[in-house]
């Protein structure tokens, strides 16, 4: 799970002065639409790329729907949203595909750049980039 970072704002104050719980990294992003909108960025530079496009070679257009909902509901759930994501944990569901550390740099250059376009100079932006990269041993095959 991320857990907010020091550039965070302050927790919300509850209409009688006392704090209350600080705003999840789903509501800060600004909830479920924000993360579709990132992924509707993300998964056609992922797709289109000369390297990573195999991934997704040679699948129908159903599975390619489940995939990204799946993906949504992940991001939804790890960053503190009501979404319950039921996939199989990320290692299962990429083990074989043969993610190598090359295709891990390429993947963090598109995610880098759809961040750049869609938090650029927000302190979310280091804490999903910090939550990818946790995900690095869990994807890649060395």
């Known amino acids: 799970m991320v857990r907010p970072s020091a550039d965070s704002p302050p927790p919300d104050r509850s209409p009688t002065g006392g704090a209350t719980s600080p705003a999840s990294l789903y509501q800060r992003l600004g909830g479920y639409d924000a993360i579709v909108a990132v992924v509707d960025l993300l998964l056609p530079r992922l797709q289109t790329d000369a390297q990573l496009g195999r991934f997704w070679a040679h699948r129908g257009t159903d599975g390619l729907r489940r995939e990204k909902q799946l993906l949504i509901d992940f991001l939804c759930q790890s960053t503190g949203g009501p979404l319950y994501y039921t996939g199989r944990d ?53």
């Open 90 to 142: 990320l290692k299962t569901s990429h083990q074989g595909m043969r993610i190598s550390a090359s295709d891990w740099r390429i993947f963090l250059r598109h995610v880098t750049a759809t961040l750049d376009e869609t938090l650029a100079g927000r302190p979310e932006y280091h804490e999903v980039l910090s939550f990818i990269e946790s995900t690095r041993g869990e994807l890649v095959e060395e």
